[in-house]
């Protein structure tokens, strides 16, 4: 017997907290603090419930206005949080999503189901590299495969939604990475992790400790120093910054929600901070999430021994896994993001491809303007 379509409805902070905090596992960009990062756009908790009244799914929907008109881009970064394996998805879970962003007056939706497609270990991902006909993570055996993925993708498809390639988070090119590097931590002893790091790393990391480097947590009131650094490592890597206020709002909002979501790491040497990074913490998951460091005195390697602390904290607070974020899914030689790619497997981490970003037109011209305009862009 076919079920009745789930009943959609806005959620307060406290009932999608609840709610996230009931789940292994959630992004951060799911979080209702995470709307308060964000002040382009304006954020909304929704919450899916059952016949009974029950709260059975969750997600944070961040809303852009077009230029001029008061249409949005409908957005659930890394989400929602529900049932992405039930049989009925697309008819029960989905189709009131898309009823009710339209009624607030959505042209598009876009989303990014939490959901894994395959795995790579490090040592697959290393052989990769070395093969020369291999050229994208794609063209490398995975693995494994996450059984119902594919499927899941299928029915998506067939319904109207569309993959789109990642993107930008600047403006509307909104997107989250689909390949990313985990180190898995469940089950696993510290020792266990450590002996996970490739030789390099744990050369590394004994070199810093030798030359005198030492890893503290900083607060609010050294975002500035990470952010040089950070600046600074932005023009390196040929990418564009984001403003300190923003890691001010994010500090302020993360940290008001929970104290410990978001934490400060600075690497000093001889009174000089040589490396920062963010991390961010939900339930069991942890996240590197905003790395920076000089050119100075790279030789003492301040960036393994920042990130070996991490570790080492991210599984004393009891950590399943360890997520170092975005990589690159081209493995050419040339590509100066590659030498990232070999740096987060080398501390056992597995490459993990998500189905990644999909969109649904609600207003095909407008879909279609939006699409012609970031082009130009």
């Not at 409908?74 to 929602?80: I, K, V």
């Not at 394996?85 to 989905?94: F, I």
């Not at 569309?162 to 469940?186: I, K, M, N, S």
Request: charged share 25%.
């Amino acid at each position: 017997m076919t079920q009745p379509p789930l009943r959609l409805q806005p959620l307060t902070r406290d009932e999608h907290l609840a709610f996230v905090a009931s789940r292994p596992s959630a992004s951060h960009t799911q979080l209702p603090s995470w709307g308060d990062v964000k002040p382009d756009w304006t954020a909304e908790s929704l919450g899916w419930f059952d016949a009974e009244g029950r709260l059975v799914g969750a997600g944070l929907v961040l809303y852009r206005p077009l230029p001029k008109l008061k249409r949005y881009l409908a957005y659930l970064p890394e989400g929602p949080l529900l049932d992405w394996h039930a049989p009925d998805l697309v008819e029960r879970w989905l189709a009131p999503m898309l009823a009710y962003l339209k009624g607030k007056g959505a042209f598009s939706v876009k989303m990014g189901p939490p959901v894994v497609a395959r795995r790579w270990s490090p040592d697959a991902v290393k052989a990769a590299i070395a093969d020369p006909a291999a050229r994208r993570l794609g063209d490398a055996e995975p693995t494994s495969y996450e059984p119902g993925a594919q499927d899941i993708a299928e029915r998506l498809r067939r319904s109207g939604w569309r993959q789109t390639e990642p993107g930008g988070e600047d403006g509307f090119a909104a997107g989250q990475p689909r390949y990313v590097c985990q180190v898995p931590f469940a089950g696993r002893s510290l020792d266990d992790i450590q002996h996970g790091l490739n030789q390099q790393w744990r050369r590394n990391i004994k070199k810093a400790e030798k030359a005198g480097v030492k890893v503290v947590r900083g607060g609010y009131d050294d975002l500035p120093v990470f952010y040089d650094l950070y600046a600074e490592t932005a023009e390196r890597d040929r990418f564009i910054p984001r403003p300190l206020p923003y890691f001010q709002r994010m500090w302020n909002a993360l940290t008001a929600e929970h104290p410990d979501r978001m934490r400060l790491y600075l690497a000093h040497h001889d009174g000089d901070t040589l490396a920062a990074a963010t991390m961010l913490t939900v339930g069991t998951h942890v996240w590197y999430s905003y790395g920076a460091s000089t050119g100075r005195r790279r030789e003492v390697q301040p960036n393994n021994a920042m990130q070996w602390r991490m570790m080492t904290d991210a599984h004393e607070l009891g950590a399943a896994v360890y997520d170092f974020r975005g990589i690159t899914d081209t493995l050419e030689e040339s590509n100066h993001l590659l030498g990232l790619l070999r740096f987060k497997v080398g501390a056992g981490g597995e490459a993990v491809e998500y189905l990644g970003e999909w969109d649904f037109p609600l207003n095909r011209m407008l879909h279609k303007a939006l699409d012609l305009y970031m082009a130009r862009r």
